[in-house]
């Protein structure tokens, strides 16, 4: 089963708008929640990353809001730019086991100039 | 800084062969992971190595080998192909197991199955 779920799939915002990601989960050992940033034909690069102690984390345009008790998170992409068009992956690491990641399936952001 | 080399870049095998992927991080770090990418189906992970001689099975281990011949190389196998299989095989490493540690991942094996 999907232990992390992302939505939308994918959207398509206009430059300048603000991006909203979504992301879920389901299992109670996870505490830390990195977003992975995938331009096309390249390799995942970790952009932004939270861990259970926060409820908020900021990095320039990029904010992640979470709500822990619903086991949700977003992420927040400000004055988007077409630079910005990516996916954006959402993972989840438990507090044992190597600290592998569970990914969602990710969103494809497209941003129009 | 460090950089994650995977061999080959392109691979393309026969149903039922045995196929080796490779992996070098000049990094230093401990832990490498192997993750198959599908196409819309985000990344699985396949194995994972804490440090060196150690493997750990993913969600995704069936079908699989892997083999941390060493601190700095991580190897995967499929030990057999299945027909019209295609993804992408990343493999990434971080600095340490415990602590909230950046994964870095390498350029990616395309695997191809005729």
């Known amino acids: 089963q999907q232990q992390v779920r992302q939505s939308p799939q994918s959207l398509t915002v206009w430059e300048g708008e603000t991006t909203i990601l979504n992301c879920s989960y389901e299992?109670?050992?996870?505490?830390?929640f990195p977003w992975y940033r995938q331009f096309p034909g390249k390799s995942p690069a970790l952009l932004i990353a939270?861990?259970?102690?926060?409820n908020k984390k900021e990095d320039g345009r990029f904010t992640i809001f979470f709500n822990k008790r619903e086991k949700k998170l977003s992420l927040h992409i400000t004055d988007s730019q077409p630079g910005d068009s990516a996916t954006y992956f959402c993972?989840?690491?438990?507090?044992?086991?190597?600290?592998?990641?569970?990914f969602g399936t990710g969103t494809t952001v497209s941003v129009s100039p | 800084g460090g950089i994650i080399t995977q061999t080959p870049k392109f691979l393309i095998g026969q149903e039922g062969q045995k196929l080796t992927l490779k992996c070098q991080q000049n990094?230093?770090?401990?832990?490498m992971y192997w993750y198959r990418q599908d196409s819309g189906k985000g990344l699985r992970l396949i194995y994972y190595?804490?440090?060196?001689?150690?493997?750990q099975k993913g969600d995704l281990s069936e079908g699989y080998d892997a083999s941390r011949e060493k601190k700095s190389s991580f190897s995967l196998t499929v030990t057999s192909a299945q027909k019209n299989e295609m993804a992408v095989f990343l493999c990434?490493?971080?600095?340490?197991?415990?602590?909230?540690?950046?994964?870095?991942f390498g350029p990616g094996t395309r695997l191809t199955v005729l």
């Open positions: 990434a490493s971080s600095i340490r197991q415990e602590d909230y540690a950046e994964q870095f």
């Open positions: 299992d109670s050992t996870f505490d830390y």
């Open positions: 939270i861990s259970l102690v926060s």
């Open positions: 993972a989840a690491s438990p507090y044992q086991g190597g600290r592998a990641l569970i």
């Open positions: 990094f230093n770090h401990d832990t």
């Open positions: 190595s804490i440090t060196e001689n150690d493997l």
